[in-house]
């Protein structure tokens, strides 16, 4: 099982580009969540989904836009990207709610010139 | 408001020193307590979780203790190895008409030869 995977690793926009990441996951979790990881912060979350079909705002859900048109997929769009979007980007799912383990993807790092 | 403090912020210590690791929060209501374990460049992985009515739980050379009347968490490495360099992430979740989990900023560990 590859757990979760997401791409790209790494990305370098402009202000004002639009991009998609992509997380997929192979356990057959139900709920799934997008994070942001910034120096000397907690993880904080973006948006998440409670299953195929749904997505929910999180504590920082302002710029992105998030769709789970699969089970096992969650996209996390930026539309217009902004250098405060420069950060670390995680994927988690987890079998039922968010107070259970969660796995996590590699992250990806991106920065917005 | 509901927050997890950790401390330190970052830690050295020589292979094959114990060392303990703080949290502190104010979540509630309190559902249970993770620590996590980030190496650098990867997601996070959960070392061990506890509930309101356990005090200790060991995973190898890891033993997190819970002490709920004081809302403190401590995880002890013992003998530790230079694989533990990493980040260590409390994660407390409170369930409150769904689940609420709030992320420490994290405590940077070091071991060095």
């Known amino acids: 099982n590859a757990g979760v995977t997401q791409t790209p690793k790494f990305r370098v926009l402009k202000t004002g580009q639009s991009m998609t990441l992509l997380c997929a996951q192979d356990?057959?979790?139900?709920?799934m969540y997008w994070y942001r990881q910034d120096p000397g912060m907690g993880l904080r979350l973006i948006h998440y989904s409670v299953g195929e079909g749904t997505t929910a705002k999180g504590e920082v859900p302002d710029g992105y836009n998030v769709s789970r048109l699969k089970k096992q997929n969650f996209l996390l769009g930026l539309e217009s990207a902004a250098p405060s979007q420069t950060s670390v980007y995680f994927c988690a799912s987890s079998y039922l709610d968010r107070a259970n383990e969660q796995f996590f993807g590699p992250g990806t790092r991106l920065t917005v010139l | 408001k509901n927050q997890v403090e950790q401390s330190p912020q970052s830690l050295i210590i020589l292979e094959g020193k114990n060392c303990t690791l703080q949290?502190?929060?104010?979540?509630?209501?309190?559902?249970?307590l993770r620590w996590y374990k980030q190496d650098t460049g990867r997601g996070p992985v959960s070392l061990t979780i506890?509930?309101?009515?356990?005090n200790t739980k060991s995973n190898g050379r890891y033993t997190a203790t819970l002490d709920a009347d004081t809302k403190q968490s401590s995880l002890h490495i013992t003998a530790s190895q230079l694989s533990d360099s990493a980040s260590y992430i409390c994660v407390v979740s409170a369930r409150a008409g769904g689940f609420k989990t709030i992320f420490g900023a994290g405590t940077r560990l070091f071991v060095k030869a």
């Open positions: 506890m509930t309101f009515s356990e």
């Open positions: 949290c502190n929060y104010t979540v509630s209501p309190f559902s249970n």
């Open positions: 356990m057959n979790h139900e709920y």
